[in-house]
Every structure is written in C-alpha cells, then in structure tokens.
C-alpha cells in the first residue's frame, strides 16, 4: 500500500488512469538494475527515483572524472575521484529518499552476473563497451529478464527493449560482436553532450512501460534519434530462434572475455612500473589525442594519435619492447590490433586500464606523471 507521503508524491501518476494506484504500488515493487552510471545511467536513474521505482540497483566500477561532467548530471566538483556508483547512489537518496539504492560499485564480470541480474526485474544496459553489451544480453536470456539498452555515437542514439515476452533478443539484432578497430568510442569521437539525456529519458521511458504494462513496448523495433536533424526512425527486426536461445552457458565465452582486446600481450601497472626502473624500459606509445596528451602523460611517452598511425607506424621500434597505452585501454587494444594485422609488429603490449588505471593504482609510481 501506498503511503501518505507517497501519495503525495506521486499524485501527477494516480492521476493517469493508466496508472492510478495499482500502479504506482507496482513501480515500488519493482526492482530495476542499472549498469553503468555514466551518460545514459544518470538520467534514467534520476526518472525512475522520481517516478518511484522501488528499488535501483547501479552498477559501475568507473570513478567521477572532470570530463564526465559535460553530460553525465547526476555529478558535480565535489564527486571528482569517487566511484560512480557510490556517488549516484547519493544522488539518488538526495532526489527521492523513499527509493532504496542497491550499490555495485564495481565491473560487471562474468562469474556474478547471473546472480545479480537474477534479484532484478528488468535490467537497463546503460555501458559504452560492447562485451558488457552481450554480457548482459546473455545474463537476461539465463534469467528471463528484459533488458532495456541504449546506446550513443557522436549525435545519434539508438533504444530497444530485448528479451520481453519473447520477444527477440540483442542477439537477434547484433548477431557478431564488432572487432576491436570496428567498435566505436566516446573516448575517441567525443559526443554532444544533451544526448545521453535525450536517450537516457527515452529508455526510463521503456522501463516503466515494462513494468506497467503499458502502450506498446520497443521489443522488436530499435528506435533511432539524430540530434543534429532531430529525425527519429523506427527499425523492425524479427526473433532469431537460434540466436534468442543463446545465453550464459551456450554462448561464445570470446564475446566477453576477448572483444576489444588486441591478439597480443597486455602488460599490468605494476609490472609497467618495474620495467620502467629496469635498465631496457619499454618505448611509451600515447594514442590518445594532443590535447589529452598536454594535459597529462606518462614521463618519456611518445604521441602519436589512434588516427595517425599510417603516418607514424615506422617510427615505432620493431626490436624493443613498446608499451601502447590511451585512456582506458580501448583505444590502445585497436591500435595494437591495427599495428599488428597491418604491419606485422610482434613486440607490442597494451597497459591494462589505460592511463586512468595508472593514475588509480595504489602502487607508487617513481617519478610523477609530466605535464605537458
């Protein structure tokens, strides 16, 4: 039952006799899992505390950086350096303190995942990685769960709703995950920053359809947004049987473990700092771009951008070891891909995490990052 206060609150949803009551107890029963507080996270938590949704779990292991402020709005200043998760929890309490907040404040991976998407009711994919994508795909197949996703590139933005009432699956749609060159990134491409706004409100929009049974729900249809002409398109896609079927046990393991990763080694902070202070350091390869580069790099790097490579391949060293590093990792795995299957290097690492997780280590580095 619906307390005083809650009827306050909600009045505007008891006054929709879509919803009334029945409703709206059925938002406060509901259990909604969210991965990744990033762009797309944030304005869906911020509509389901609002609209009462129950019970929000947030998922993600990032923490709050000074770049994620242009359109991730659940943050400020002051959550610089925090765990996302743990910040939009707080969030969450301040906007809608009768919602109760699940926290996960770490990378979803394949060992849990079935038994956290198994405590929720509907699970929205708010990552910007593609094996989280089918990492999620796949739990949601195992549990029975719809899984609303969303996703942004640049100015356009894509909702769909899979696995609802046997409905198709992400599977269906995206049959082959992308290679690590193919898979696009913010990192890399930027994005407008109202976007995730407009996408992320758009898969809130979903979620409570789901969970009220309401209109028609985008379960077979990707719906298609581009900000700069503000078109949208409604793209039918049909249920796959032999792809809808995959799931945890039966679908291929390489799709989480493996995609966007390059064929080669990846080397850890730690083992990067000890062959730094070794008499043969690694050549420093910085693919990230200038102005990242100015703000800070690791001391003695070399830059040259993921889309120069072409241009400066040859003045990388072919007979020593070369450490190739960005801000996450992503950039660096298509960059070592690109060296690799293009021209034939066989002497390349990937730092691990990127500069974000050299900066986070708690091993103490030698010498201070250089600043431009």
């Known amino acids: ?24 107890e059925k938002l406060k029963a509901a259990r909604v899992l969210v991965v990744g507080a990033g762009g797309l996270g944030c304005p869906v938590l911020q509509y389901l505390a609002a609209a009462g949704v129950g019970t929000l779990g947030i998922a993600d292991g ?27 929890g707080r969030a969450v309490q301040r906007l809608n303190p009768l919602v109760h907040c699940q926290l996960h404040p770490h990378r979803i991976g ?4 079935r038994e956290l998407v198994s405590r929720y009711d509907v699970v929205v994919d708010g990552s910007d990685n593609f094996p989280t994508r089918y990492l999620l795909n796949d739990a949601c197949v195992s549990t029975g769960r719809p899984l609303v996703s969303g996703a942004i590139y640049k100015f356009e933005g894509q909702v769909s709703v899979f696995n609802y009432a046997g409905g198709p699956s992400y599977r269906c749609l995206f049959p082959t995950p992308p290679s ?24 809130a929009t979903e979620v ?10 985008l379960s077979g249809r990707l719906w298609v947004f581009d900000a700069l002409s ?62 990242e580069y100015a703000e800070h790099h690791l001391p003695g790097a070399t830059l040259l951008p993921l889309g120069s490579l072409t241009q400066g391949a040859a003045a990388i060293p072919r007979h020593h070891p070369v450490v190739v590093y960005c801000r996450s990792g992503a950039r660096s795995a298509r960059a070592v891909e690109q060296l690799q299957t293009t021209y034939g290097f066989t002497n390349l690492l990937n730092l691990e995490g990127g500069l974000l997780a050299w900066l986070h280590s ?3 580095a030698p010498d201070p990052l250089s600043a431009g």
């Open 230 to 291: 503000f078109q949208t398109r409604i793209l039918r896609f049909p249920r796959h049987a032999a792809r809808a079927r995959l799931d945890l046990d039966t679908a291929p393991a390489a799709d989480y473990a493996e995609l966007c990763q390059p064929d080669g080694l990846t080397i850890s902070v730690a083992a990067l700092r000890q062959a730094l202070d070794s008499e043969q350091a690694p050549f420093l390869l910085d693919v990230r771009e200038p102005d």
């Open 180 to 203: 690590a060159t193919e898979a696009p990134s913010c990192d890399a491409t930027g994005v407008l920053g109202v976007l995730p706004g407009l996408i992320g409100c758009a898969q």
């Open 362 to 364: 708690e091993a103490a």
């Open 1 to 24: 039952m619906l307390t005083t206060e809650e009827r306050q609150r909600y009045r505007r949803h008891l006054q929709l006799p879509e919803i009334g009551e029945a409703g709206q």
């Open 62 to 88: 990032d923490q709050v950086e000074i770049s994620n402020l242009q359109r991730q709005i659940l943050y400020g200043p002051a959550d610089l350096g925090h765990n996302k998760a743990e910040a939009a």
């Open 110 to 113: 394949h060992a849990a995942v």
């Open 208 to 217: 409570l359809k789901v969970i009220l049974g309401l209109g028609e729900v």
